[in-house]
């Protein structure tokens, strides 16, 4: 079985290399064995690299959690997880520890997600690197494809960016080593990456590190991989996340959009994601039957559409009388309705 290390390849990509070595010059072949890069695991035998295939020890079975430390390194940390051949929604919950943040990015079916909400997020709760208050972690950061970086807060993410040089830690502004999952723990590639944070990549909560949310919509069958990076660029970091197999979400009944807090009659059906509480796993996940602050908000029982993903606040009456306040797709009021 071939060894943990750093190897080189003939190759522009591990996938489509023709054999690996042990020395830049690619004099001196690797031994024989099981060699695996992110998702690809390649077997060289007799000095050849044979066909890639699907590295079933990297992946993570959706459903399960992950912890990591790092008392005196920084990272990018990169796993790949089975989300099975099923539909709905995939929900993800992140504790970051309680002083150092870390950014998320998640990535299926090539598109990636880095919208997070708390329990308790009411449009004030979350601020930005400028120190914003945002309706959820990562809104001036869609579409960008970067890490939103959830946690308490911490101005030295910021202020030790950007992270590109060969300074190793506790040395702020190293470049992070990268980092793949492999048999049941995080394994360095002996490589690094450069990385940059910027204001609006930030969603710290102003007080505290709760349990974070992220919602991804699988609405096919395939691909049944979802790729989940860490972004730590700071020295010392420790995070915990879940990441739960396809669901259909919880169903609530409530009015059409309204202007204010009426009682209008809930004719119409929504849905919503849960939040979680916790800085151990398993995380506790809220039982509330209904949407509470600091909730997602759909159209969809996968999660693709949001409610009301605007910055202007609607109101929305549920079966209950209870009225709640929904901006850019996240509950930041609920109150009772008023029939007058």
Same mark, same amino acid.
């Given at each position: ?6 190897? /080189? ?33 390649? !077997? ?8 890639? !295939?699907?590295?079933?020890? /990297? ?5 399960? %959690? ?71 972690? %990562? ?5 960008? %494809? ?22 190793? /830690?506790?040395?702020? %502004? ?14 360095? !590639? ?54 739960? /197999? ?88 609920? !109150? ?5």
């Amino acid at each position: 079985m071939a060894q943990l290390g750093t190897y /080189c390849f003939d190759g522009d990509t591990f996938a489509q290399a023709y054999a690996l070595y042990t020395d830049n010059a690619l004099t001196n072949l690797a031994p024989d064995g099981f060699y695996a890069q992110g998702q690809i695991v390649r !077997q060289q035998l007799n000095g050849i690299l044979l066909n890639a !295939q699907p590295c079933s020890a /990297c992946l993570v079975p959706c459903g399960e %959690g992950v912890a990591a430390s790092i008392s005196d390194q920084n990272g990018l940390f990169t796993v790949d997880i089975d989300v099975a051949n099923s539909t709905g929604a995939i929900i993800l919950y992140f504790y970051m520890g309680a002083s150092i943040p870390d950014g998320v990015d998640v990535i299926w079916n090539s598109t990636h997600y880095n919208r997070l909400t708390c329990a308790g997020n009411n449009g004030s709760t979350l601020i930005d690197g400028a120190g914003n208050n945002v309706d959820y972690a %990562g809104i001036n950061n869609q579409g960008t %494809g970067l890490p939103t970086y959830v946690g308490n807060s911490n101005n030295n993410l910021l202020g030790d960016s950007p992270y590109n040089t060969t300074a190793t /830690c506790p040395t702020a %502004g190293g470049a992070p080593e990268n980092y793949t999952y492999i048999s049941g723990s995080y394994v360095a !590639q002996g490589t690094t990456t450069n990385v940059t944070v910027v204001s609006n990549q930030i969603g710290y909560a102003a007080t505290g590190s709760p349990v974070f949310t992220a919602v991804i919509p699988k609405g096919s069958a395939t691909p049944t991989t979802l790729r989940l990076d860490i972004y730590a660029p700071m020295c010392g970091t420790a995070f915990r996340y879940e990441v739960d /197999c396809p669901i259909t979400l919880p169903t609530f009944t409530a009015s059409v959009a309204q202007a204010g807090i009426g009682c209008s009659n809930a004719t119409v059906d929504y849905y919503f994601a849960r939040n979680a509480t916790g800085s151990t796993l398993p995380f506790t996940q809220d039982t509330n039957e209904r949407p509470v602050v600091g909730n997602f908000v759909f159209t969809t029982s996968d999660g693709s559409t949001y409610l009301n993903d605007t910055n202007v606040i609607a109101y929305y009456n549920m079966d209950n009388n209870q009225v709640i306040g929904v901006r850019n797709g996240v509950v930041i009021s609920i !109150q009772a309705c008023d029939p007058t």
